[in-house]
């Protein structure tokens, strides 16, 4: 699974409150409950196959299902079998048997169904249980998390057509323990079945489940069954259907089908977005050593998914943001997404966690995945981009270099799972292992890990044992180390020089609770012209270490590989920096130095931002155009030409749209017609810019501009439009803002809401106020956000009760009781979140 939405690849929640940003991840939390020791499941039935019967009933919104359900002992004799089914009405339970189906005696309480068999049955008999069930999810009460925000199962998307905007759609969601909720099943990830399941649906939808498509049949009335089947056991959180007017794209790798089910708009740009699967297949399962295990694989994007994307056995299920048109895939693409869940096939579905204690064995592969595409893809800037973003990720969801552990058997809630230490801080993680072992070695012992452990169940233990069994080493040290503690480290990094000697002194700083770690550590010495390296081991809380050099160095490259996965503060001065982005020129040590300059405002780091506007990478070239002071007559002439250059032919829209905000800030009325013609691009992200530009160089002009957009365009730039209304805070922008939040799905519900609340922070009418507040209260409750939002709401509803009340103080009149009112709404909002 991926739980980023909007491009999972990366893409960030801003929520403002005063200076205040969090992300949309779940940050890496503690756990509340660290007493309860999550026990892997005893298994005493195991799940052999599955066949299902489903139609479906859309103005009820239930399932009628049918269930064949084969099973046996897994040790020991037992005459009991129970089963997870979470809100469902039971009709029948009986055995299959020759001469027909016997009567079972069963009770179902507390969303389990026990069952009571005819005999005790052994470990080396199969049998088959028939139940007859309707399955009522939107009945269900069950409560979502941050990463998965609903967890009723199966889902009917606008089931009545009374939303003209939207498709008629049912789509299933199995993880974590969800897909109980629409079959009986022993619901946990270290069960393994082959399915067989017939979907009797309109004639007019397209249907999509695991494995291969064996029969349609058409019936009277309109309808037609359709038979999926899989051959191949998987875990029942991985069953899925989807069931709607898709259009089908179809590809292939290696003779096997590879299908892109899309909406009808976006069917012609299928190949634009999912096009590179064919070439990611091929490139997994040459890496791996181990090739594509499953007869098919297709990717299907559905409406008001309840996360980023989700990995079931070869059908892929995403949400809405991942399709997009030609004009939308200028901006951005989800490829990290794509490969993410494309390499759960081989780590989750081929082999799967044994338990969530165990998620890393599924989220840290697939995201490392994620990287080690990019590199293949695109080059070793591109994947250092995607590590370095990764580590960013999970730093920025701790403190203090506290985070829990990776294998973590101690946990509140299996949904805490689902964090950054399981994803982000996991995958780099993994590079860190594959970077000490080297690549040969390291990818050896992933393919002996999957082979080993085939359409079965692994968790890091298993890893461990296989990397020893191929490198001959003890890795019990590094897995204590990172998976079964929890924390970074933070080290304190003071360089000198003094005698021809070059010393590093290293304090690892992070809180005393965590743990002191050992790190082998390469280092490149830049002195009198060479660049030397040297191995170092830091294994202790304080040390020191000294070189011989043939003068001072210009820098000294701690971390060279930037494996370590932490924090580094060093004592390198502005010097340093200039010299690591010129000489040392991996994508941290740019961005750092990039960075470094921006805080410092040092007149001598321009030249350094004036060469980043040259830089390989896109967001760099951002980066430097952001950080260029124009202030300075020198640096504005030499930045002028680039800056125009940038603006009317950079590839990356990012660059474009930055040189285009930055040429607009200097108040040069020839600019106009750039800014103008930016109107007209392809490229909404550069509209946007344009748009923005000219509000600020002819203020008039760029509000008229604004007006006179298409539709389709503004709804495209909402979060640049709704920027401008915060420095514009009238009455009438709160229908823009009324439009999104009814309407909007969550790509567009994050990209403004930090804006409207500002929006609102700004505003003096109190009704504007309370219809605001309404506003998002509805949009979290229709989008099922409440896990993301209300916690931050009800601080930010609460410091702005505040500070509408301290300006009231000082106020008089009319206004001092608009104040008023509106901290008394403010204050009642928090208050309204805080019960929840």
Not at 53 to 60: E, I, L, Q, R, T
């Amino acid at each position: 699974m991926n739980k980023k939405f909007l491009a999972y690849g990366a893409m960030l929640l801003s929520f403002f409150v005063a200076s205040t940003l969090f992300a949309q991840e779940k940050p890496a939390e503690k756990s509340a409950n660290l007493s309860v020791y999550r026990v892997t499941p005893t298994k005493i039935n195991d799940l052999v196959h599955t066949k299902l019967d489903v139609s479906f009933d859309y103005a009820k919104r239930y399932l009628y299902g049918k269930e064949w359900v084969t099973l046996k002992p897994h040790f020991y004799a037992t005459d009991t079998l129970t089963l997870d089914a979470q809100g469902m009405d039971i009709k029948t339970v009986s055995l299959v048997e020759q001469k027909g189906n016997t009567p079972l005696k069963y009770v179902y309480k507390d969303n389990k169904l026990y069952v009571t068999l005819n005999r005790k049955y052994t470990n080396t008999e199969k049998y088959t249980v028939y139940i007859a069930y309707t399955a009522k999810p939107d009945e269900l009460k069950v409560q979502g998390s941050a990463a998965i925000t609903d967890a009723k199962g199966l889902y009917f998307i606008n089931p009545d057509g009374a939303d003209k905007n939207k498709p008629i759609q049912i789509w299933t969601q199995g993880e974590t323990e969800s897909s109980s909720a629409w079959f009986p099943t022993i619901d946990k990830p270290d069960q393994k079945t082959t399915q067989e399941i017939s979907m009797t649906v309109q004639s007019k939808y397209t249907t999509l489940s695991n494995g291969k498509l064996i029969s349609q049949k058409a019936n009277a009335k309109g309808t037609r069954t359709d038979t999926w089947k899989m051959d191949l056991p998987h875990s029942p959180y991985l069953f899925m259907m989807a069931v709607g007017d898709f259009k089908i794209t179809k590809d292939t790798y290696k003779g096997k089908e590879v299908n892109y089910y899309l909406e009808a708009k976006y069917a012609p740009f299928a190949k634009q977005i999912f096009g590179k699967t064919p070439k990611m297949i091929k490139f997994y399962s040459d890496i791996l050593g181990v090739d594509y295990p499953w007869n098919k694989y297709s990717q299907v994007v559905v409406r008001d998914y309840v996360s980023g994307a989700m990995e079931n056995t070869t059908a892929t299920l995403h949400g809405e943001q991942i399709q997009k048109t030609d004009r939308e895939l200028l901006d951005g693409n989800e490829e990290g997404t794509i490969a993410h869940e494309l390499f759960h096939q081989w780590f989750g579905d081929y082999v799967t966690a044994e338990s969530w204690s165990n998620l890393t064995m599924n989220e840290s592969f697939a995201t490392f995945g994620e990287i080690i595409w990019h590199g293949y893809d695109e080059g070793k800037d591109a994947e250092d981009k995607s590590r370095y973003e990764k580590l960013q990720s999970y730093i920025r969801s701790t403190k203090n270099g506290e985070s829990p552990v990776l294998a973590r058997f101690y946990y509140n809630d299996k949904e805490d799972m689902f964090d950054n230490v399981s994803y982000a801080k996991g995958s780099v993680i993994l590079y860190a292992m594959k970077n000490q072992m080297g690549d040969a070695a390291f990818y050896k012992g992933l393919n002996k890990y999957l082979t080993a452990n085939a359409f079965k169940n692994g968790e890091t233990h298993q890893l461990r044992l296989a990397m020893e069994d191929v490198t001959g080493k003890d890795w019990n040290p590094y897995f204590n180390q990172w998976y079964y503690n929890g924390g970074h480290p933070i080290l304190a990094v003071d360089y000198g020089y003094e005698n021809g000697k070059a010393t590093i002194k290293v304090k690892q700083t992070q809180d005393a609770g965590v743990q002191t770690f050992t790190l082998p550590v390469k280092v490149d010495i830049y002195a009198g012209g060479q660049k030397i390296r040297k191995e170092i081991l830091i294994n202790s809380r304080e040390q020191t270490f000294s070189f011989e050099v043939n003068a001072k160095p210009d820098l000294i490259d701690f971390d060279a590989d930037k494996i370590i996965v932490g924090e580094i503060n060093d004592n390198k001065v502005a010097e340093n920096y200039y010299f690591q982005y010129k000489n040392a020129p991996d994508y941290a040590n740019r961005i750092e130095a990039l960075q470094f300059i921006m805080q410092s405002k040092a007149k001598s780091g321009q030249q350094v931002l004036l060469d980043g506007l040259k830089d390989k990478s896109g967001d760099l070239r951002a980066l430097s155009i952001d950080g260029l002071n124009l202030d300075d007559a020198q640096i504005k002439a030499a930045a002028l030409p680039v800056l125009l250059q940038i603006a009317k032919t950079d590839k990356d829209t990012e660059a474009r749209s930055a040189a285009i905000s930055k040429l607009a800030e200097t108040g040069d009325q020839t600019y106009k017609t750039l800014l103008q013609d930016g109107l007209k691009d392809k490229s909404y992200r550069v509209i946007a810019a344009s748009v923005a530009g000219l509000t600020k160089l002819v203020p008039q002009e760029g509000l008229a501009a604004l007006s006179s957009l298409d539709q389709d365009t503004k709804d495209h730039i909402a979060s640049s439009i709704a920027s401008l209304y915060v420095s514009d805070p009238k009455d009438e922008h709160q229908a823009f803002y009324d439009n999104i939040m009814a309407t909007g799905d969550r790509n567009k519900i994050f990209a403004v809401i930090g804006q409207y609340f500002q929006y609102l922070r700004a505003n003096t009418n109190p009704s504007v106020t309370e219809k605001g507040i309404k506003n998002i209260n509805d949009a979290i409750e229709r989008l099922k956000l409440q896990n993301y939002l209300n916690k931050q709401l009800a601080s930010a509803y609460a410091s702005t009760a505040q500070g509408k009340s301290q300006q009231a103080s000082s106020a008089s009149g009319e206004e001092k009781a608009n104040l008023n009112k509106q901290a008394e709404i403010f204050k009642k909002a928090a208050a309204d979140l805080g019960k929840e």
